[in-house]
């Protein structure tokens, strides 16, 4: 599965948010977007997403316009997990999941369905949740939660608004590491919007910084990552040193 | 992923069967309230009939009178005939109806709307039936001009002008649901004003019909209504329930909703539209019937969770069940006098809310 999007462009009322946005992901590829708050990264995902409409260009799944995809039909392709979810009403960690069967349910939950939430469950570990409401756990399981239920559509592409904004440094590494993971299998390709530089670095692919509503610099962390770039889209002085296993680490020093 | 999962093995026959029996069993607790809340409603039901004002019979030959109609059982006096099949039954009925009619609506605006506040009177749909009422009784102008339903009809369609006209008001704010509940409450107030206007230059005569339809009550019933009003419940009832999968989805909000390939704002205008006929057309007959469109999804959202393939239906039968123990109650505690049946159903429903409020743990209101 290879997502491409063109041209893309989004703005409210007459204010732009995004501009002339083009980029490619190829199958069994991490990226993460990133950049000051209000640089277009959570906008970007939404475009993508077709939950926000772009008022200019296009996404493209294999070479088919994303826009013309019925709705079912694509969100059996891409998956969604929002920064944080609130629930208002009780539901079961089992009934959230299930709800990502969503686009191939009909009526009846079959066997399969359950399988298939259960699978996820146990992929995410947190199978023990099942049967628990989701307003008793934490903030990583619930984001963890979210995750499966993205999981369950058995998408091919998940996206991901800041996954680990409001986790401890352990769950952001779990949950870090279960998108490596789930990439590396092949099957599905993440895009992520990223807070933190480092985890983005350790993590990515391929790292597409925006800044002003516009890309400013793609490439892999190694490339993007660097202390002039920090300093043009952040405004903030910083040191950036190469780990041993390659890959760039940001210690941000003084805001400009 | 029917062979793998995202390339890797994560099946395990014992697993996957050892799910399959959990779900199966959490589907049955809620299957299993279902139906003994069905029982429960047929219970009172029967209790119901039984019980009264009319002092020349007994419960037995209260019930006989029903059953004569369909088995060789010893004849009841005409008197007892007349009163169970002519007053008590269509009120019975018409009580499960209103009943039902509330608590789904009630669940489905809740779920919809994500916001555990929200009921056909806190969208305003009461007052603005409440409003169309009064017009009605006081200035004697229906919409559809004058008439022996001129009430129910004025009340109808001044409730559903206010569902569009909440909706409309949110639409320019780009729907978002506070803006819908605010609206909702503002036009209530408007409402209540114009109420209290028509009441002050109102005369005995229709200040008194004005009171006794804010306060709601069945004992107006007659079967032409039920006849018209149960097709309706039942239709509108399997509809929204086709939207069952929807409604939970959209409990996850908007994005994840629009992201698992539902057309929010469509999903939305539908369920609502749907919802509020339902209650329009129950409340007119009626008048208003506060709280159980509140009270009774959340009474089973406690019990079952809030699943909408099973809250929906369990929400409509708790609700027939609150009112029809209300309206009994109603008729029968203060004999041979009636009290309206909305101070009751907040008497008995409040009580029982707050218990479950103090009781439970969870907290899914904030």
């Known amino acids: 599965m290879k997502l491409k999007v063109c041209d893309l462009s989004f703005g409210y009322n007459g204010k732009a948010i995004l501009e002339d946005i083009s980029l490619e992901v190829g199958r069994g590829q991490t990226i993460s977007l990133v950049g000051p708050n209000g640089a277009g990264k959570s906008t970007l995902i939404k475009c993508i997403d077709r939950i926000l409409k772009p008022q200019k260009g296009a996404v493209f799944i294999d070479g088919n316009e994303a826009a013309l995809l019925n709705a079912k039909d694509f969100s059996k392709v891409m998956g969604y997990v929002p920064q944080s979810t609130k629930d208002v009403f009780p539901y079961t960690v089992f009934d959230i999941v299930l709800m990502g069967r969503r686009p191939h349910i009909g009526w009846r939950v079959t066997k399969k369905d359950i399988r298939i939430v259960a699978q996820t469950l146990r992929f995410m570990g947190i199978e023990e949740f099942a049967e628990r409401y989701f307003d008793e756990l934490s903030g990583g399981e619930k984001q963890k939660i979210a995750m499966a239920r993205a999981l369950a559509q058995e998408p091919q592409i998940l996206l991901l608004d800041e996954p680990t904004s409001n986790l401890d440094i352990r769950h952001q590494l779990e949950v870090m590491k279960i998108v490596r993971q789930l990439v590396q299998g092949g099957k599905i390709s993440a895009i992520m919007a990223m807070h933190d530089l480092n985890l983005a670095s350790r993590f990515s692919d391929k790292i597409v910084m925006l800044k002003d509503h516009r890309i400013y610099e793609i490439g892999d962390p190694k490339s993007v990552l660097i202390s002039e770039n920090i300093e043009n889209v952040y405004g903030v002085k910083s040191e950036v040193i190469i780990d041993k296993s390659g890959r760039p680490y940001v210690m941000p020093l003084d805001p400009i | ?366």
């Open chain 2, 1 to 366: 992923m029917s062979d793998d999962f995202f390339g890797y093995d994560f099946k395990d026959e014992e697993e996957d069967l050892e799910s399959e029996e959990t779900y199966a069993r959490l589907t049955w607790k809620k299957t299993f309230l279902i139906t003994a809340l069905l029982a429960l409603v047929f219970l009172c039901a029967v209790v119901a009939i039984a019980v009264g004002a009319a002092s020349s019979f007994g419960p037995l030959e209260a019930l006989n009178a029903i059953l004569f109609k369909f088995l060789p059982v010893e004849e009841p006096s005409a008197f007892a005939q007349l009163i169970v099949l002519q007053l008590r039954l269509p009120r019975i009925i018409m009580a499960l109806i209103t009943g039902i009619s509330l608590g789904v609506a009630g669940s489905v605006m809740q779920g919809v709307l994500r916001n555990p506040l929200v009921s056909p009177y806190t969208l305003g749909l009461s007052s603005g039936a409440a409003c169309g009422a009064a017009v009605a009784i006081v200035l004697g102008v229906g919409v559809f001009g004058a008439g022996r339903y001129i009430i129910i009809v004025n009340a109808f369609i001044f409730s559903l002008l206010t569902m569009a006209l909440v909706y409309g008001i949110s639409r320019m704010r780009g729907t978002s649901v506070e803006t819908l509940i605010l609206a909702g409450v503002a036009m209530s107030y408007l409402f209540s004003a114009i109420i209290s206007s028509l009441k002050y230059v109102s005369g005995n005569e229709a200040l008194r019909e004005i009171v006794f339809w804010l306060m709601g009550g069945l004992y107006t019933t007659k079967w032409e209504n039920v006849i018209l009003l149960a097709p309706l419940v039942l239709i509108f009832t399997l509809l929204l329930m086709r939207y069952s999968w929807d409604l939970n989805a959209m409990s996850a909000g908007e994005e994840v909703a629009s992201s698992l390939g539902i057309n929010v704002n469509r999903i939305r205008i539908i369920t609502l539209v749907l919802a509020s006929v339902l209650t329009s057309s129950v409340i007119a007959f009626t008048g208003i019937i506060g709280f159980i469109g509140l009270v009774s999804p959340h009474v089973c959202r406690l019990l079952i969770g809030s699943d909408h393939r099973y809250l929906i239906p369990a929400s409509g039968l708790m609700g027939a069940l609150i009112l029809l123990i209300s309206d009994t109650a109603c008729r029968t505690v203060i004999q041979p006098t009636e009290i309206p049946v909305g101070i009751v159903t907040s008497f008995v429903g409040v009580p029982f809310f707050l218990y479950l409020l103090i009781r439970r743990k969870r907290r899914w209101w904030q």
